[in-house]
């Protein structure tokens, strides 16, 4: 589905399909978004332009972390993280995964649904259901990425959607199943928690940058109290 352009004249014009926009940085995109949204703009000032690292792991080094994260504390999943990788030689690729016995990774501290997450993942890619290869990712839409993703055990659109905004940097990704996201929402634009539905129509004017409103909305949420009731008596909200 290709998004909309810019509302206003601004820094550059989504890519069609994919949900990225050209070489718009996530810095031109919240200057771009402050320009529209006094809220974002509010929220620009008291926080900053948007971090998202440039990732040094691989597409499927990536999905294999967020898979082995799941459902642990922070510590514990880390270990077992670096426990899997050594496992694998550190070689954390579909092919090893597959050609490494199973009770060597459940010795690495996998349970066996997220034994079997890994080794699902590892099939799709390679037999193409999974495209993670950097020219076949740019030729899908974040749609499709989403849809493909989700076929594998273990990873659902929040997953999915979670690697398209930190790893592969798409800036037009709106995941209105976040709760952070939500919450943030609800504190910084001063309304009743919306329902991911909601959530879904109040995004269209942040398009095609939906992703960076999505960032100012977790850290909205992370606000101290007295710091968001300072920035709800702001006069450029009024």
Sequence with gaps: MAVSPPARSGTGRARPG???AGRVSH????TELAGRDPVIADLVRQVG????????????????????HQQLAGAAARTIHG??????????????ILATAPQTLRAAGLSGNKLASLCDLAGKVVDGTVVLDARGLARESDE????RLSTVRGIGVWTAQMFLIFHLRRLDVWPTGDLGVRKGYAVAWRVPLPSPRALAELGDPFRPYRSVAAWYCWRAAELPREAAAEDAASPSRT
């Design 144 to 147: 499709e990425v989403v849809a």
């Design 83 to 96: 426990r899997v990788v050594a496992a694998l030689g550190g070689e954390v690729t579909p092919e090893r």
């Design 27 to 30: 810095r031109q995109a919240a």
């Design 18 to 20: 994919t949900g990225r």
């Design 49 to 68: 332009y948007p971090v998202v690292p440039v990732p040094r792991q691989s597409h499927f080094a990536s999905l294999v972390r967020s898979i082995t």
